[in-house]
């Protein structure tokens, strides 16, 4: 086996042992690949081991891979900021964007849809860490975000994403992710028109079993599975 098989194979060994003892099924937790900066043909070998779920965090990134993972099935999310000048690039190249954290770029991708006649998928990124740095509307602000966008007819809203603190302080990192599991059910208990909460996008590396023991549908793993990026 080379090292991104058994890197793969030993990441989801951790999350089925971390939904086993917190009484969660495994088929609840996706294994997303973060994969900034790694070449396509790396990720066609991830893809050959039915790793066929990827986040990238640049628009650039995705044009640059596009043609050549196309040849296997595969989901591809943005979970990176998006400036408003690239939505037409990503907006048929990704079926979900997990980073939308304020009404504006969401109204600007609902126009860019309309003309294309198409749909989109997101998730509301939210700022639990209250890192000046960090991206994501606060945690104040996320259910009148939700109301709004629900009303744009293009975008669908599955559930919510966050980075955890970035800290040893694991007490610090648990509070990020229980954070959004409530708002998450804040929300399902609000029953806003075409909205669903079925996704909590939460846990890195270094924090997963963490964010799966608080509730992720879906982990988001870079550097344990593809070694230590320059940048
Ligand atoms: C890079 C990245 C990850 C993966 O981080 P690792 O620590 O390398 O696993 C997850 N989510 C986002 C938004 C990222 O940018």
Same mark, same amino acid.
């Given at each position: 086996?080379?090292?991104?098989?058994? #890197? !793969?194979?030993?990441?989801? /060994?951790?999350?089925?042992?971390?939904?086993?003892?917190?009484?969660?099924?495994?088929?609840?937790?996706?294994?997303?690949?973060?994969? %900034?900066?790694?070449?396509? *043909?790396?990720?066609? %070998?991830?893809?050959?081991?039915?790793?066929?779920?990827?986040?990238?965090?640049?628009? @650039?990134?995705?044009?640059?891979?596009?043609?050549?993972?196309?040849?296997?099935?595969?989901?591809?999310?943005?979970?990176?900021?998006?400036?408003?000048?690239? !939505?037409?690039?990503?907006?048929? %190249?990704? @079926?979900?964007?997990?980073?939308?954290?304020?009404?504006?770029?969401?109204?600007?991708?609902?126009?860019?849809?309309?003309?294309? #006649?198409?749909?989109?998928?997101?998730?509301?990124?939210? #700022?639990?860490?209250?890192?000046?740095? /960090? *991206?994501?509307?606060?945690?104040?602000?996320?259910?009148?975000?939700?109301?709004?966008?629900?009303?744009? %007819?293009?975008?669908?809203?599955?559930?919510?994403?966050?980075?955890?603190?970035?800290?040893?302080?694991?007490?610090? !990192?648990?509070?990020?992710?229980?954070?959004?599991?409530?708002?998450?059910? /804040?929300?399902? #208990?609000?029953?806003?028109?075409?909205?669903?909460?079925?996704?909590?996008?939460?846990?890195?590396?270094?924090?997963?079993?963490?964010?799966?023991?608080?509730?992720?549908?879906?982990?988001?793993?870079?550097?344990?599975?593809?070694?230590?990026?320059?940048?």
């Amino acid at each position: 086996m080379n090292d991104l098989h058994k #890197n !793969i194979e030993l990441i989801r /060994k951790r999350i089925e042992k971390a939904c086993f003892s917190c009484g969660r099924p495994v088929s609840e937790v996706a294994l997303l690949l973060a994969t %900034k900066t790694i070449d396509a *043909h790396t990720i066609l %070998k991830a893809f050959q081991l039915n790793a066929l779920l990827i986040g990238e965090n640049r628009v @650039q990134e995705i044009v640059e891979k596009h043609e050549l993972l196309l040849q296997v099935p595969h989901t591809t999310h943005l979970i990176g900021p998006l400036q408003s000048n690239k !939505i037409t690039k990503v907006i048929d %190249k990704v @079926q979900c964007i997990e980073s939308i954290d304020n009404f504006e770029l969401a109204k600007k991708i609902n126009n860019k849809l309309l003309l294309k #006649n198409a749909n989109l998928n997101i998730l509301i990124e939210v #700022n639990t860490s209250g890192e000046k740095t /960090k *991206h994501g509307c606060t945690p104040d602000e996320v259910i009148n975000l939700v109301m709004d966008i629900s009303q744009l %007819k293009y975008l669908h809203i599955k559930g919510l994403m966050t980075i955890g603190t970035l800290t040893d302080d694991k007490t610090e !990192i648990r509070r990020c992710f229980k954070l959004l599991k409530s708002i998450s059910q /804040k929300i399902e #208990n609000e029953h806003f028109e075409g909205v669903a909460m079925d996704v909590l996008s939460m846990g890195m590396s270094d924090d997963f079993e963490i964010a799966i023991e608080e509730g992720a549908t879906e982990v988001r793993i870079g550097s344990s599975i593809f070694g230590k990026r320059t940048i």
